[in-house]
């Protein structure tokens, strides 16, 4: 979504890329304003990073992804809701440093920006953020209210549990030692995607298991699996 920028640091509409060189003039400004309170004093090494960081982050667009999330992390302290320090690549990025889109200075700990963003990556880059659990519903309500509904989604990530996994799983679970459970895992052919009933008919050993000592194990894994 496009970030309204103050009417001072736009340029004339009728310029090249006038858009962008406005977020662009916003950016840096807010960043220079950010390295004072966080540096005191602003060296030349410093200087220079944040020369460099601008730089590539105006050449591959993002300007405007730098400024939305400081909004709304700015927006998140200013509602009291728990924000994390930062972790991942960005936290190699003094200018998200002195955004406070991060908390680690990355000089310091002697971090990478290039691991983040640089003119060679294909993949888009993301900023991870954690919010508190029970307060970051406020945090999207804000940033739908203020970008619009469609520009806001939410996604999920999950796993399966496959059949070697759930054997140890269940089998740690149960109180059984690491030994005993590695050796029922071990006996499941190393198959892309085998189930547990499949395991059983291709191998003996597992199949004596489950008639043995292990049968109740295997009993639960075979109703987790999946």
Not at 1 to 29: C, W
Not at 49 to 71: N, Q, S
Not at 84 to 102: D, E, H, K, N, Q
């Amino acid at each position: 979504p496009k970030f309204d920028i103050p009417e001072e640091f736009k340029v004339a509409q009728d310029e090249t890329d006038a858009g962008k060189r406005g977020e662009n003039n916003y950016l840096k400004h807010l960043t220079f304003e950010g390295a004072k309170k966080r540096y005191g004093e602003i060296t030349l090494e410093i200087k220079e990073r944040l020369d460099f960081e601008l730089h590539v982050i105006a050449e591959t667009g993002y300007p405007g992804y730098f400024l939305i999330t400081e909004d709304f992390i700015r927006e998140a302290r200013n509602m009291d809701v728990s924000v994390g320090p930062g972790r991942g690549s960005a936290a190699g990025s003094v200018v998200a440093y002195c955004l406070w889109i991060t908390n680690i200075d990355p000089i310091k700990y002697d971090l990478l920006f290039e691991r983040f963003l640089n003119p060679d990556r294909v993949s888009m880059p993301d900023i991870d953020i954690d919010f508190c659990i029970e307060r970051r519903g406020e945090v999207i309500d804000y940033i739908k209210n203020q970008y619009g509904e469609k520009s806001v989604t939410q996604i999920i990530t999950f796993g399966k549990m496959r059949a070697k996994q759930v054997v140890r799983d269940v089998g740690r679970v149960m109180g059984y030692s690491f030994g005993e459970v590695d050796k029922i895992a071990k006996a499941i052919p190393n198959e892309l995607n085998i189930t547990l009933d499949k395991a059983l008919k291709k191998s003996s050993e597992l199949a004596k298991m489950e008639t043995g000592d292990f049968k109740e194990l295997m009993s639960h894994a075979k109703v987790l699996e999946g």
